[in-house]
């Protein structure tokens, strides 16, 4: 089973000792950091911020903003939708799904995030963004789910190279360009199955300005694609913007990697495919 870390609980322990006057260093980690450093220092570490500390966190932080997300999570459900939404994906998959999910304020440095460290799946989902669409967090958290329910398959795990016995940085490390294009189109277009009917660029986090760009420029986008699975190319680039050319937005691959998958699924059932190894979905639907 997922096991959630609710910690907004904490959150607004937090913010109850800001409105007393106490000092914000103290107060995070006193009722935030501190209770939940077990999965909080896993995250924090990645995006280097134990190493710098958390005193910049209070130059981003709005106070207001933060009782008003606060407000907007309480609408959602939370954790109960969160609880839905995993019920749901076993129904689809047909099987348990184990690993942890925590629900957390990140202060602005992630929406969705799966974790694989040493055979274990963790998916922080960062309730701070973004400060609108509520419906956001049903298809992220479908999403993220899909990640989990492939990473966690010794048989995906093996066809690039890795295992359940790699820490998260050796992992990331043998993860193919292949591998990162076809998970990401399968979980855009898992959270689609999961929550049909939404605008087609909400599977990838897009506006529709960006979307469009993307509509009218996909022999460029797949020109890059292809030349990044012939060099397996570190995917990071395609998570900032003008990397295709000036004006094109970030995370390109996602909407490649979508469009991929809506051709491999009139052959295969979306479990079949989640269970397939990308070389073969790239090798067959990719020309």
Known sequence: MIKIHNLIPDFIRFI???????DFDYAFKKYYFSPNQKVLKPFYGD????????????KEFNLKKAKQRLEKIKEWGCPEQAEKIIKKAEKFYQKKLTGEMVLFFSFSFVDG????????NTIYIGMDLPETEEDYYNI???????????????????????SKK?????YLKKMTF????????????FSSRMFPNRKPWQYVYYSKRQYDWCQKNQLKIEKKIKQSLRANSDWGGFYQENFIEKGSPEMT?????????????????LQKLTSMPAEKIVSEFIK
Do not use: C, M, P
Not at 258 to 267: E, H, Q, Y
């Open 253 to 269: 691959q996602y909407f490649f990697g979508i469009n991929l998958i809506k051709k491999a699924v009139k052959k295969y059932h």
């Open 47 to 58: 995006v280097k911020k134990i190493e710098k500390g958390f005193s910049d966190f209070e």
């Open 166 to 170: 790699l820490s998260h940085k050796a």
């Open 16 to 22: 109850e000792a800001l409105e007393k006057g106490e």
């Open 140 to 162: 992220l958290i479908s999403h993220e789910l899909n990640h989990l329910t492939r990473d966690s398959q010794e048989k995906i795990l093996k066809s690039f190279g890795a």
């Open 113 to 120: 995030y799966t974790r694989f460290n040493k055979g274990k």
């Open 178 to 189: 292949a591998e990162h294009l076809v998970n990401e189109g399968l979980a855009s277009y």
